[in-house]
């Protein structure tokens, strides 16, 4: 697996590295796997959220008889006609309808939200549980897609995975994780990028008059357009110079509130900001930002679903020309600009999937491209020790595949009296250290939490010897700028796990080789004898099993040069700081 040029293959374990294809080869892929209906926990009962769907129509229907009977009393007549749903601060713009920068802008958050929206579910499928509390022990979420854990077997992360529809999710295969964050990361940042233009022109044009209210009086007359839409009586359609009290809170809200919740609850899934803003309590948790973070998205999709069947309902061709022609009455060019944009949506949305499975290396590559800066800032955020032992989760979810080799066995079996910790490589002195020997250099503790790709995390504490003494020992050359983490365990289609970090992440004073967990020796279903913990970066870089560490010059001649097994065979990123 040595590419010419490379650094000499001194590491007896290159050999066993294993190629990957550039795009998804479907036999060597995880078999798909059915969740269920998602099923919300109420109490200590578990509810079908199909529920909702009688529920929603019952309450929609409880709603237009409601209003229809209090349009008949005179007392709300009165309100309605002193509060007719526009607020008294709403003034009609000097300058109506819609600017081409808006209508623009229009199209392309529809279509970033589309990405969005399909990663988005993919990335949950991963780990189809959603919690409010750090630890993620099994039945403890309060919404699943996914099955009970099994309590007769052993039961992983990876195993839990769901398939989702292919014109659901994106890609839409089980376990597609690492496909599916390149783009959720991209158009996340496209997303950023136009919401700041967005922000930036609408204050620089009396736009934002539309979207920002000025009196407080916005709340009763919301409550009358209300009050209006449900009785079908729909208030005057006024778009095209200034919305109704209902559309400037629902806008506001969504523009101002949603939004950015959004990108800030993305952010505090990161492994280094998270662990930095522990001190906050559940604000900084990981759990409960992907519970906020979801209910985001259905508020998206709501939103997107009232805002269109009302486009409808109150007058499709006006609006239309509103929003995509730019001009206000009933001509068809609305209609025809619409009908372009649903046709280029359609392509793009159908288009998405079948391109990433064929192309799944450049999606990487060019994720990795696009990306890089930001991951490598993430990266340069260290972690902070922020919990103590009260945090301790009492569930940790196991993961990676188990060590099944002859050699590795005997090792279990003698309790590791004969392991030997290999490390050469670019170094001045190639060293083998027992596990006695290890556990005899100086010891660290640490009490952090571990963020899987896949979407738990578990707090624990770690022992173990800092990575700053292993370099001190073995003196690595200046030539050497990575290092290369050899597991005892294989990957997903066999052949040696591994992953490769830099010099900065082995330097850093959280970063060590870890023997015991939670006070107590290493079990081998979480590592043991050694294991990486590395607390800027994701789950799948913290290496069980460790075999040998070897340091390199460059790690492209490693596998697929992708700098580890899961980004070589399921397209990680190298970078995984969040």
């Known amino acids: 697996m040595t590419k010419p040029g490379a650094d000499p293959p001194t590491e007896p374990l290159r050999a066993n590295l294993t190629p990957a294809d550039d795009r998804v080869r479907l036999s060597h892929w995880p078999p798909p796997q059915a969740g269920i209906v998602p099923r919300i926990q109420i109490g200590s009962r578990w509810w079908s959220v199909l529920w909702l769907l009688p529920l929603g129509v019952l309450l929609f229907l ?25 607020s ?27 990405f969005l929206v399909r990663s988005g579910l993919q990335i949950l499928a991963d780990h189809p549980r959603l919690y409010w509390n750090v630890h993620c022990t099994p039945g403890t979420e309060w919404l699943r897609f996914q099955r009970e854990v099994p309590k007769d077997r052993l039961w992983t992360a990876k195993d839990d995975s769901v398939t989702l529809p292919g014109w659901i999710g994106l890609p839409g295969l089980r376990h597609s994780i690492g496909l599916a964050r390149w783009w959720h990361f991209s158009f996340d940042l496209f997303w950023v990028a136009n919401g700041l233009i967005f922000y930036l022109l609408l204050f620089l044009t009396p736009q934002w008059q539309r979207i920002v209210p000025l009196s407080w009086d916005v709340f009763p007359n919301a409550v009358s357009t209300l009050l209006q839409y449900l009785s079908l009586q729909f208030p005057p359609n006024e778009g095209w110079s200034r919305y109704n009290s209902l559309q400037q809170l629902a806008y506001f809200l969504t523009v101002f509130l949603a939004a950015p919740l959004a990108l800030v609850t993305g952010l505090l899934q990161a492994p280094a900001i998270a662990n930095r803003l522990a001190w906050l309590g559940p604000l900084g948790n990981r759990q ?63 288009w998405a999937s079948p391109f ?34 009260k945090d301790i989760s009492p569930f940790f979810w196991p993961n990676g595949k188990l060590p099944r080799s002859e050699q590795f066995e005997t090792l279990v079996r003698e309790e590791f009296a004969s392991y030997r910790l290999r490390i050469d490589g670019l170094v001045e002195n190639s060293r083998e250290f027992s596990l006695a ?29 800092p990575m700053r003494h292993i370099l001190e020992l073995v003196r690595p050359k200046p030539e050497a700028r990575y290092a290369a983490f050899y597991s005892f365990g294989e990957g997903a289609e066999s052949g040696v796990y591994y992953d490769v970090h830099t010099m900065e992440n082995l330097r850093h004073e959280l970063t060590i080789l870890a023997y015991e967990m939670n006070g107590a020796p ?41 700098g580890g097994y899961n980004e070589d065979h399921e397209f990680f990123g190298y970078r995984a700081p969040i």
């Open 62 to 86: 409880a709603g237009i008889s409601l209003g229809l009977e209090l349009r008949r009393m005179p007392a709300v007549q009165e309100f309605i006609a002193r509060y007719p749903g526009t």
């Open 88 to 114: 008294s601060s709403s003034v009609i713009l000097s300058y109506a309808g819609f600017p081409w920068w808006l209508r623009w802008q229009h199209f392309l958050n529809l279509f970033f939200l589309m």
């Open 288 to 350: 409960v930002a992907r519970s906020i973070h979801f209910l985001v998205l259905c508020w998206f999709i709501f939103f997107t679903v009232i805002h269109v069947t009302l486009v409808f309902l109150t007058g499709a061709s006006a609006n239309l020309n509103h929003m995509f022609a730019g001009m206000d009455g009933d001509s068809p060019k609305g209609w025809i600009f619409f009908g372009v944009m649903m046709i280029v949506l359609a392509m793009a949305w159908f």
């Open 356 to 389: 990433t499975l064929r192309h799944s290396r450049l999606v990487q590559k060019a994720g990795a491209k696009l990306l890089g800066p930001f991951l490598s800032l993430g990266e340069s955020l260290p972690p902070r020790v922020l919990y103590t032992e």
């Open 437 to 465: 020997e290890l556990r005899g250099m100086p010891k660290q503790e640490q009490i952090t939490n571990q963020f899987c790709i896949q979407g738990w995390s578990g707090i624990a504490k770690w022992g173990g010897v």
């Open 522 to 562: 290493l079990s081998v279903l979480h590592g043991a004898p050694l294991r990486l913990r590395c607390e800027n970066e994701l789950g799948f870089k913290q290496v069980k099993w460790i075999a040998a560490i070897e340091f390199l010059s460059d790690f492209t001649h490693l596998g697929a040069g992708q």
